[in-house]
């Protein structure tokens, strides 16, 4: 677990996916679109994808992908970001983040 929260420290954004994760595109494209520039770690071809995907669950990250770190903090997965997108929320969170600037 605390590897993960390393890595979800790292940058203003990151988001843990897997590369046949079409919701993790998703979500990954939608951030994209307010200017941020997320890390992406895709557990299915990291050498300790295995041990991050646990520890996403024993976060509670179900699914284990996509989880979003935004800000240092875990916001979620793609129902969360949806919900704050859709809520007029996301590009505020990505502003106080330093993950965009406007």
């Known amino acids: 677990m605390d590897m993960v929260m390393k ?5 203003a954004v ?4 897997k590369s ?3 919701i ?3 979500i990954e494209t939608l951030i994209r679109s307010f200017g941020a520039n997320p890390t992406i770690y895709e557990l299915d071809t990291h050498p300790n994808g ?5 520890a996403l669950i024993e976060l509670g990250c179900q699914p284990s992908v996509p989880a979003i ?4 903090e ?3 997965g793609a129902n969360e970001i949806m919900s704050l997108n859709v809520r007029g929320k996301l590009k505020q969170l990505l502003i106080r983040a330093n993950a965009i600037w406007v």
Not at 7 to 11: F, K
């Open 14 to 17: 990151v988001i843990f996916t």
């Open 24 to 26: 993790s595109h998703s």
């Open 50 to 54: 295995k041990q991050m995907e646990k």
């Open 20 to 22: 046949s994760c079409c």
């Open 7 to 11: 890595l979800g420290a790292t940058n």
């Open 69 to 72: 770190f935004i800000g240092k």
């Open 74 to 76: 875990l916001v979620g």
